[in-house]
């Protein structure tokens, strides 16, 4: 008795998204298992949960395999070991370098070091991520840190070359890497309401007008080291604030250009030179490392809370540092106005997300 049999072989790599998601979040086989249980795959292929159980170990194996391939994402696409498609490839790579918002707030500005590994069985304790998960996202970033750190070019551009990620999360890593180098304090109470979003923005601003890349680009460190040239002038802004007739005569004209604008004006003059010394005084103290590290602590205390205190709406602050700003170019004897945009332009930008009325 013969029996005729159709059989096809293929050697696609089979992957499923929702099991790679479950890899990722560090879930061991049976925990997959059960979320997919509980998820109605089960009534979906009308299998059983032995089969499901082969199937996810199968898959597991499969994503160790390739685990070494995505830690150097150019090596992916030239391999012959798994047939995979660009765009299955795409997928794969951004959400292994994918990390979560609670887990990167508690490690930003901190050194890639093996002190701060030791710390990740805490911080998966008080985010919810996984230790697992939490090793993979911390040597994530330790591994863009490091071969970033001797390239010349853009920031940005080498991290978006070198592990083939979008250009969001290529710019997300770009200030991960940009805070771990200049040591951000990111963990003080006053900090916690500020997302990693909100200081991924800052570090945008910051890697594109205040580092040696932005005057110069074709420089190792070019994206992560500040302009210390820059930060040196940046002293000669004291003067707004020393000079008595300059600081008044600065006074008068942001107060004139506000009357009528806004109801926030009588504690606007009043506060004027506090606030105006503590803006001047962030920036003349730059040079010190330890004001480096503290520059968003400083933001919060000399200018957010006061103004928050005062109870200014986002408008207000903007029409202030609008109008704070655009006054010093007309103050006869300030003779630095291209320190003063390049500062402030930042300043601003800064003070504008950090903000949350």
Known sequence: MSVELDVFVGNTTIMDEEVYQLWLDGYTVNDAVKARVDAGVLDECEATEDVLLSDTMDQYRTFQMCERLLQSPAKLANQLLFQITPHRQAMLIERYYAFDDPFVREVLGKKLSKGTKKDLDDISAKTGVTLKSCRRQFDNFKRVFKVVEELKGPLV??????????????????????????????????????????????????????????????????????????????????????????????????????????????????????????????????????????????LVEKFIEPCRSDRWTSADLKLYLTHYTNSAHILDTFKHQAVWDRYMGVIKSCIFKMYHD
């Open 157 to 298: 551009e080498n991290i978006r070359q070198h592990f083939l990620l979008s250009d969001k999360l290529a710019r997300d890593y770009a200030a991960i890497v940009f805070f771990a180098n200049n040591r951000f304090e990111t963990g003080k109470k006053k900090l916690q309401y500020l997302t990693f979003q909100d200081f991924a923005f800052c570090a945008g601003q910051l890697i594109n007008n205040w580092t040696v890349g932005a005057v110069d680009n074709m420089v190792e460190d070019m994206d992560v080291d500040l302009d210390k040239e820059f930060l040196q002038e940046l002293k000669e802004l004291k003067i707004l604030i020393t000079d008595k007739d300059l600081l008044d005569q600065h006074k008068s004209l942001v107060c004139t250009a506000l009357r009528g604008k806004t109801k926030a004006l009588p504690e606007m003059e009043a506060n004027f030179k506090n606030l105006s010394r503590g803006l001047v005084n962030i920036a003349t103290k730059l040079t010190n490392t330890k004001d480096v590290r503290d520059f968003f602590i400083d």
